[in-house]
């Protein structure tokens, strides 16, 4: 082991014994001390869920990146591992980036984005290339073939300091890896590589890229097949707002298709967003033993970081959700084991509310599953206050007639000018529009008719403040059915 590796967990092992369980999220994860941004890693390994991440134990902002390790046997209930990896090569003194994990004969491979920053001719410049490590689950050893993958396999005229994030697989005896790429036109791609071996690597093919449409560097990619389509997710940085789709600077987006494995060549065929909150970035999928696909991602957003002073601690990941493709969209769902952790069931059925605002007994809480069906058409407007008291509310509004649906923060607390509300258009079910709202101390995830469309948010909120009220313009019957979450 490194002595930075062994600084790193030292320094963990002390830090997380100060935070109190109350003063992190009941039931997302978040990170043990100091940063967290993306999710690293995300799979199987010996029957246990592992989620590693990129991770800066020392201090609650971005800096030299670590791996930070945690594993699960259920997405809810994490145990903290010691750090996985440190920037302690010459290849990736400058930082440990993101990517990916695989079992493989019964070893756990990590790949990563090694980061070399160095002067050469008075000139500082930076290297990124995709590494390997090994390792028995909690403990892991970098290659001395490393980097396994260097930017001169990349196609000519590609960026070779903005090459990162590596998604590994493998198939039929054959490794396979994508990895975000900037094409020579100063716009994202994604390469696709592949291997017999893990330390002989080809490049196979470009998968998709921006063109200068869809955002610059791409970030973060994952491919999978689901549900008889090819799925491409990727995080796109710096896009220019269209319409109520994608927003200005960075999103994560979906990319549906078809695949020829045979001469590695992807078909887009649609492409939407993936969540349409204001803290959604970074996503990575696994697939578990019994089949599902289950994505995770860093519920923060580059350009609207804000750390409360006192926190020791500061990221959050979304609740781990089950994947699915239907009518054309990815469908996502928070994984089935939450409802194992549901308590106190308060169920309202064809309530009816008319021109009035109110409260409901027990309906209240800030870790809690809140399920609200709206049915009917003849209510102009929705409105929900939560995380509320006298000074603080953070607001859900739909509006029927134009059906957009608003999330603001304005009066959750922030003190800073930062972006607190965000839009999205809707599409009700033949029955009306439910809402899944997931609410966890700092958090709030909504989910849209079924998982079609779904929005995450931060709100920093204290935690005193837990009403939830509602207002109804019109004539709405309503369906509410609200759990608390408990995890020990």
């Known amino acids: 082991m490194s002595d930075l590796l062994n600084q790193a967990r030292l320094y963990e092992q002390k830090a997380i014994a100060n935070v109190a369980k109350t003063d992190r999220p009941s039931y997302h994860f978040s990170v043990p001390t100091g940063w967290l941004n993306d999710p690293n890693g995300f799979s199987d390994f010996k029957g246990e869920h592992h989620l590693f991440f990129q991770y800066n134990p020392y201090a609650t902002h971005w800096d030299t990146m670590h791996w930070g390790h945690a594993k699960s046997k259920d997405f809810i209930l994490w145990e903290y591992l010691p750090a996985a990896l440190a920037p302690d090569q010459p290849y990736d003194h400058s930082g440990v980036f993101s990517g990916s994990a695989l079992e493989d004969n019964k070893k756990q491979i990590l790949i990563y984005t090694g980061v070399d920053e160095h002067f050469e001719n008075n000139r500082k410049q930076i290297y990124q290339t995709q590494c390997i490590a090994v390792g028995d689950g909690l403990n892991y050893e970098k290659l001395s073939s490393n980097p396994a993958i260097s930017f001169d396999l990349l196609p000519e005229g590609s960026s070779k300091e903005d090459f990162r994030d590596p998604k590994i697989w493998k198939e039929d005896g054959t490794y396979y890896v994508v990895a975000g790429s900037r094409n020579a036109d100063g716009s994202g791609q994604i390469a696709l590589f592949y291997s017999d071996n893990l330390t002989d690597w080809h490049f196979g093919s ?31 940085q710096d896009m220019l707002a269209d319409g109520l789709e994608f927003h200005n600077g960075n999103n994560a987006i979906c990319l549906i298709g078809s695949y020829d494995k045979a001469n590695l060549k992807f078909t887009r065929n649609t492409i939407h967003n993936i969540d349409y909150g204001l803290d959604f970035y970074a996503p990575q999928t696994m697939q578990t033993e019994d089949g599902r696909r289950v994505m995770i991602a860093w519920m923060q957003s580059w350009d609207n970081r804000l750390c409360p002073d006192d926190f020791s601690w500061y990221g959050t990941m979304t609740c781990p959700r089950e994947l699915s493709v239907q009518n054309g969209r990815l469908y996502q769902n928070p994984v089935r084991e939450l409802e194992c952790y549901r308590k106190n069931k308060v169920c309202y059925l064809d309530l009816h509310k008319e021109e009035e605002t109110f409260c409901l007994p027990k309906i209240e809480g800030r870790t809690i599953d809140l399920t609200i069906h709206l049915k009917g058409s003849d209510y102009q407007t929705f409105i929900m206050h939560l995380a509320s008291d006298e000074q603080y509310y953070t607001e859900i509004r739909y509006n029927r007639e134009n059906s957009i649906l608003t999330f603001d923060r304005t009066y959750s607390g922030y003190r800073r000018d930062m972006i607190g509300t965000r839009n999205i258009k809707v599409e009700e079910d033949s029955d009306g529009l439910c809402m899944r709202i997931l609410i966890d101390r700092y958090s709030v995830e909504i989910f849209l008719n079924n998982g079609r469309q779904a929005m995450s948010s931060l709100l920093y909120t204290p935690q005193s403040a837990k009403g939830i009220t509602f207002s109804i313009i019109g004539s709405v019957y309503m369906d509410i059915t609200k759990y608390d979450i408990e995890v020990n």
């Open 206 to 236: 470009i998968l998709d890229q921006s063109r200068n449409q869809l955002g610059k560097m791409w970030e973060c990619p994952d491919f999978f097949a689901l549900d008889d389509s090819q799925i491409l997710l990727v995080s796109p």
